[in-house]
């Protein structure tokens, strides 16, 4: 273990990529690479992956969000794909189906991000849901998207926040380890109060 592990807290994310045709091998997912590799520059935190590919089927990811969270104890779960209006994309259903508490906010921002790039932003219903002491939000399929919603836009004018930023204090609140993230990346926002002492460099 390095120094800069030792520092922080171990964190564990899972990673739900839902797709009939990537989880039945006829291309390739997109969408876990895409979230690790974000992930692993924004991140600081030791980070323990859970990985998932699964078909468009709503008791199998609720099935698969609750083993996530309820047995293989991640803080924090993101899924991608699934959420548009067609009659396969039940990934929003599967998720309120085991959520403790609605955050509404996030599903709001991510809208407003892709609405900056596409009209049809508007027919995205990415929700984000408490189950426990685990955050899970639904993100886009597309990995540009994922980024941007994650990232925000830093140059638009006014910069317009990404839904990252808001994810270390809610899993502060929820009871969860404390997210260190890269502020180049994404600068996490925390009041004061909630603020660690940053550690020292390696």
Known sequence: MSDLDAAFDTVRIGIVSISDRASAGVYEDKGVPALKDWLSR?????????????????????????????????????????????????????????????????????????????????????????????????????????AETLEGLPAATPPVPGIFAAVPYCIDLIGGPYLETDPALCKAFRPKSAQRPAPPPT
């Not at 996030?106 to 984000?128: C, D, K, N, Y």
Request: glycine share 8%; net charge neutral; with cysteine.
């Open 42 to 146: 924004a991140v600081r935190n030791p980070v323990h992956w859970e990985t998932r590919l699964i078909p468009d089927d709503q008791a199998g990811i609720s099935a698969a969000l609750c083993e996530l969270v309820d047995e293989a104890g991640c803080h924090l779960v993101l899924t991608t794909g699934g959420t548009g209006p067609a009659p396969r994309d039940v990934t929003p259903e599967a998720t309120l189906a085991v959520a403790h508490k609605l955050m509404p906010g996030f599903g709001e921002q991510m809208r407003s991000i892709s609405l900056q790039f596409v009209p049809t932003a508007i027919l995205s219903r990415q929700v984000a849901v408490v189950r426990g002491q685990a955050l899970i939000i639904n993100l886009p399929g597309q990995p540009k998207s994922i």
